[in-house]
Nanobody, 124 residues
């Protein structure tokens, strides 16, 4: 069993920055992939970024490339999402997710474990 706890959300003006953290506990192994997703009111949950412990590979949605950076501290079992140049359309509930199966995992259904989410609000 894996538990995920997100933190770091808040209210920020457009152009500002936030760093989200996802602390993982339980049986996290080097073959796991950690993802960030977001869900805005009235919209479906969407992929933002992913990090695979093995090889430290990263993946990003086109909408956040060049602005967001996913990273990890393996010793702390923590994954971060650094968000720069934030836009009002980035406003959403941000979720951390984890999965131990192989392959590129970009879809909501491809993750077995989820956190409760942290709210990010970007004002114009």
């Amino acid at each position: 069993q894996v538990q995920l706890v997100e933190s770091g959300g808040g209210l920020v003006q457009a152009g500002g920055s936030l760093r989200l953290s996802c602390a993982a506990s339980g049986r996290i192994f080097s073959n796991y992939v950690m993802g960030w997703f977001r869900q805005a009111p009235g919209k479906e949950r969407e992929f933002v970024a992913a990090f695979r412990w093995s090889g430290a590979r990263t993946y990003y949605a086109d909408s956040v490339k060049g602005r967001f950076t996913i990273s990890a501290d393996i010793a702390k079992n923590t994954v971060y999402l650094q968000m720069n140049s934030l836009k009002p359309e980035d406003t959403a509930l941000y979720y951390c997710a984890a999965d131990g199966r192989p392959g590129l995992r970009l879809g909501v259904l491809e993750y077995a474990y989820w956190g409760q989410g942290t709210q990010v609000t970007v004002s114009s």
